[in-house]
Structures are given as C-alpha cells and as structure tokens.
C-alpha cells in the first residue's frame, strides 16, 4: 500500500514565517489605530474601542499559539532521532499475507517506537483490511461487509478511522449502512481520544455462529476515551513529516481487544496468536517469543516505562476499578521502589503486582525473555503464605471441591432417588460440550418421568463465551439479554442474543460454587438476569469479563480482564459473583457436602416445585 505523504511541518513552517511579520504589522497598525481613534473617535462609544482592542488581542493570541505550536515541533524533532533500525516481522499464526516482512523501529532511551504509517500497515494486514469482503449476519439479517482504514490530517490532530461498509444481500429487507470509529492522536498535546469502545466492536465483531442470533439492542451512553500521556510520563513524537510512539503503547490501542498481538523480543517481531498464550503447555508460539532469552541489565529507563506503562494500561484498558474510582498510581506506587531494582527484584514485583489486582482471571503467563539465563519463572512466583484473599480463597475451595468430586465424570449423568431430577456435569464449556450436553438432554429426555434438570457448575471454571451462549438455547428458544458496562468510559449497551440450537422442556436448575467462575458465572449470570433457570448452591466465583492478553515493556505477557464487565438489569456487576435463589445449608463456613448430595438436591428441587 502506497503510504501518505504528510506536509504539516513545512505548511506549518511557511505560514508562522508570515505570521511572525503579520504580526509586527499588526501590533504597528493597531498602534496607528489608536491614535487615529483618539483623534477622529474621541466622542464615539467606548464600546468600540474596547471591541478593536478585544478582536486584536484575540488575533495575536492565535498568531503566538501558531509560532508556540512550531515551537514545540521543533523540539520534538531535536529530542528525537530517527534510527530506523531494520527487524523481521515472523507471523506465528501462518494466516496474514505480510505487504512487508521487516519494520523499522527506533530505540530512544531505552524504548522502541514505530512510525504511525508503518504500523497501521501492519495493523491492515492483521486484521485484513482493504484487502477481502466477509458475508456476515449483523441483527439477523446478511451483509458483505468490507473494512476500511482512513488517515485524516487536521494540523496538529492524525485521525486514524475505521470505516465498517455494510451491502446488504437483501435489499427488499434493508439497507446499506456504513458504521465508522476513529482513534485521534494530538501530537502537541500527547493526548489519544479513542471515539468509543464500539471501535473494538467493529475491529473483533461477533463472528458468524449457525445457531446464534445477535441483535444490538440498546446503547445507553457512548463516549469517548480520551488518554492523556503526558500523566503517565509516555512520549509521541511528530517529526519528519511522521508520528511516533513506541511499539507496544500502539499494539495496546489498536490491538487491545483482538485475538492477534505484536510481540518484539529485542531481536524479532512476532505476531502471534492469543490462544497459544491461554494454553498450558510449552508450544512453539511461547518458544518462538521466549526465543532471545539472555543477560541483559534492564536500564533504569526501561524500568521506569514499565512502572508508568502498568499505570496507563490499568487506569484505561482494565475494567475493575479501585474505590471511588482512585487513579491506579495509588496502587502502584508502594511497588515502585522495588520495581526499579535490579532484574531479578523488577520481575518478581512485576509479578507481585499482578498478583495482588486479585482477580482471578488476571495472570502472568508468559515470563519476561529478558532476564538473566540463571533464573527460573518458579524463582518469579509469589508465595500464597498469610494471604486471605479472594484468590487465596478460591485455590482452597478448589482443593476440597475436587476432593470431593474425584469420583464424578462429566460424562456420567446422576439423578436423584425419586427419578424426577437428572444432573448434568459441566466442567468446562468448549464447543465440545454443546453436542456432549444436547446428547445427555436427549438420554434424558427419553426417561419420561424425569421433570427437572441441573446444570452442575461446581467445578466449572469458565471456557468459551461462544459456546456459553449457544448453551442457553437448550433452556429457551427466546432471545436473552446481555448487557455490557465498560466502565472506563461509562458506556452501556444491552444485546439481544438467541440461540437456536433447540430447547428440551424441563424445570432447570444451576448448581453453583465459589469457584464457578468465568464463562460458568456468566452462564450463571445471564440465566440469572433473564430468570431462565433458579440458581441453588452457594454464590458463584465471579469473573465478569472476557479474557484478554496485554504485553508489558520488559516482556512479561498477562492475561487481564478485558474492556467490560458484566451486570445485571441494574448495571451492578457480577465480577464477584451471582447470588443464589435458593442458599444450600451454611454455618461459618460452606458445606461442600450438600452440593454432591443427592437426597439433599432432590429435597431442595421437590420443596421448591411445591412452591410453583
């Protein structure tokens, strides 16, 4: 693709020459005016006067403002040099057709930024566009959608948008319709203003799914984010007709909510795939990105970065927020001494303060390439010793739960004595389960006397959101809603979502546990909101969000909670988990017993049939 050439600065350059002598020009005539009004207006209204003063005024405010713009330009061009260092761009995921396999990157105290232009070609080719149409089903009905990139240049603003070009297959049912989203960045002021989260929408949009309908129901607020970076200590620079930043603050931004990342390891750019990261294994993906691994002393530069990058990612691209909404730099500055000690104490603060978010969905999962070879990640690990906390908690709970279930399957269906009620183990919800589970229903189904069915999620531990939702039209054949809060910005929207995978006629239950967390507490969640089901057992685990990756600059990859959380019809969240209908037994403490009961589960569901 043909890159555009910017003419800012020299524009800039030829009107503040003559700007610089207007203004000469007009302070002397504004003198000569003056006199001349004293003379010729001495018994006109004073008001006019004043007016000519004010209107000058204004004029030479904005002649300086040009001259102090051109000012700044020039000095970001004398901090910054060009190097232009050449590096291989490798794709791990062997799906992107690269317009180019090398990118230049330019190290400035200790940090490596990229040209705007060169990035957003990378960016077109990850996520394919100007490149190939999709057919895709947006509120039930066919479109070809095509994505477009558009640069705009406004003085001292570079407007990045993303355009969404609907063709509708259709066009006795609807319309064509363009959707756009843009992301700002202000070169003088350091200020990035991304114009919602709907742009993350239309970059990682819900994709095609045979038995899902999705409808965009309702937005209740829309407003735009707006990242200052002069707070968080980070650079932009305009220089040589191009803009600045480095390499991992634009991965973040544009990159946020997508399932292909930018990884630099100081000696290759891999992009790679965000999945490979979620598994537990070894594979080639973590190999290839661990793959420069050696003695490098972080300077203190790069140490500092991390601290003010950790504070920009959590203030703007993590969705739970601290008490009263405080700035994350009250939590990040008792970490700060140590972070900036040597490699073996940053890192294992860097893990620390991952640690202590205490969300259970926020993790490390891939350590840092970069500190020394002698080190191992179990040397970075944080002791759990005197802790009480929710995750704390949750790794107890774990433990005694799986002790107590060592002999349940997920393949096995238990039902209660009376043979009225039939319980279905779920563990993990992938699209594996949807046949698994639609194929239990059926056994089920063909015992004529069972009336009542309980999902077990004691043990679930989340999976795919996808799948939870395809799931849900086992217990309805109506749409549900979903309502999503991202609170950084405040923005609300509500979807209506139907599965239409085919309902089986029972009373259904959800049986919960404090560590049915993730995709099992939204499941729990929506049927919750939607009252689909009655929940029983004890109150789930939490975990309202999605999953997302971020990389940190000295290496480190996370798994975080991503842009929103889920809430209730209120906008309450359920990111610490769903309360139940129906409360099993409890003193001091839980009675893990109850949820494996089945005389007691029977009693529970009879009592409550009764009631009906």
């Not at 200052?228 to 620079?237: A, E, G, P, Q």
């Not at 490390?364 to 908690?393: F, M």
């Not at 774990?398 to 060592?406: G, Y």
């Not at 990111?575 to 403490?589: H, T």
Request: aromatic letters at 12%; charged letters at 25%.
């Amino acid at each position: 693709m043909k890159k555009t050439v910017i003419f800012l600065t020299p524009i800039l350059s030829l009107l503040l020459i003559s700007c610089k002598a207007n203004i000469l020009n007009t302070i002397n005539q504004n003198n000569s005016n003056n006199k001349l009004n004293n003379k010729t207006f001495n018994n006109k209204n004073s008001d006019q006067t004043n007016l000519n003063n004010t209107n000058s005024i204004k004029k030479d405010k904005t002649n300086l403002n040009l001259i102090s713009q051109e000012k700044i330009i020039t000095e970001q061009a004398n901090n910054f040099k060009v190097l232009n260092t050449p590096y291989k761009v490798s794709d791990l995921t062997n799906s992107i057709i690269l317009t180019n396999n090398t990118i230049n990157l330019t190290n400035y105290q200790d940090i490596d930024y990229i040209n705007l232009d060169q990035f957003l070609d990378l960016f077109k080719n990850i996520l394919e566009i100007n490149q190939k149409t999709d057919e895709i089903v947006y509120n039930n009905n066919s479109y070809l959608l095509t994505k477009e990139l558009k640069k705009e240049i406004n003085n001292n603003l570079i407007t990045i948008r993303l355009v969404n070009k609907y063709q509708s297959k259709d066009k006795s049912k609807t319309n064509d319709f363009i959707i756009n989203e843009f992301i700002k960045f202000d070169f003088l002021n350091k200020k990035i203003t991304i114009s919602s989260v709907n742009f993350y929408s239309l970059i990682n949009s819900y994709q095609n799914e045979t038995n899902l309908e999705y409808h965009y129901f309702k937005t209740l607020e829309s407003k735009p984010l707006v990242i200052d970076l002069n707070k968080y200590n980070i650079s932009m620079f305009y220089t040589n007709n191009n803009l600045y930043l480095p390499l991992i603050v634009l991965n973040q931004i544009f990159l946020n909510e997508a399932e292909k990342q930018i990884y630099f390891n100081n000696k290759n750019v891999f992009i790679f795939d965000v999945f490979d990261l979620y598994e537990h294994n070894n594979n080639e993906t973590k190999k290839k990105l661990s793959s420069n691994k050696q003695d490098i002393k972080l300077s203190n530069n790069l140490k500092e970065f991390q601290y003010n990058y950790l504070w920009f990612l959590l203030d703007n691209f993590y969705p739970l927020k601290l008490e009263n909404n405080k700035s994350y730099k009250d939590y990040l500055t008792k970490y700060k001494t140590s972070l900036l000690k040597d490699n073996l104490e940053h890192f294992k603060t860097t893990n620390l303060i991952i640690r202590d978010l205490n969300d259970i969905h926020t993790k490390v999962l891939l350590q840092s390439p970069l500190y020394d070879l002698k080190t191992n990640d179990s040397n970075l690990l944080i002791s759990e010793n005197n802790r009480n906390d929710r995750i704390t908690k949750f790794r107890k709970y774990e433990k005694e739960l799986v002790k107590l279930s060592s002999n349940l399957n997920e393949k096995d269906i238990r039902y209660t004595k009376d043979n009225k009620t039939a319980i279905i183990k779920i563990d993990l919800i992938t699209r594996d389960t949807i046949e698994g589970v639609k194929n239990q229903l059926r056994q089920i189904k063909s015992k004529n006397e069972i009336k009542n069915v309980v999902f077990d999620l004691t043990l679930n531990k989340g999976g795919s959101v996808i799948a939870t939702f395809i799931i849900l039209g086992f217990l309805t054949n109506q749409s549900f809603k979903y309502h999503k809060l991202y609170p950084n910005t405040n923005n609300k929207e509500i979807l209506n979502i139907k599965s239409n995978i085919g309902k089986f006629d029972f009373n259904y239950y959800i049986l919960n546990s404090p560590i049915n967390y993730s995709a099992g507490n939204t499941f729990a969640s929506i049927i919750k909101t939607n009252k689909l089901a009655k929940i029983i057992g004890y109150k789930s685990g939490g975990g309202a969000s999605e999953v997302r990756l971020a990389i940190l600059p000295t290496g480190t990859i996370i798994r975080k909670s991503s842009l929103y959380t889920l809430t209730d019809n209120n906008w309450n969240s359920y990111e610490l988990g769903v309360d139940p209908d129906i409360e099993f037994k409890k003193d001091k403490n839980y009675n893990f017993n109850s949820l494996f009961d089945l005389e007691y589960i029977q009693n529970i569901i009879n009592n409550d049939q009764k009631v009906k």
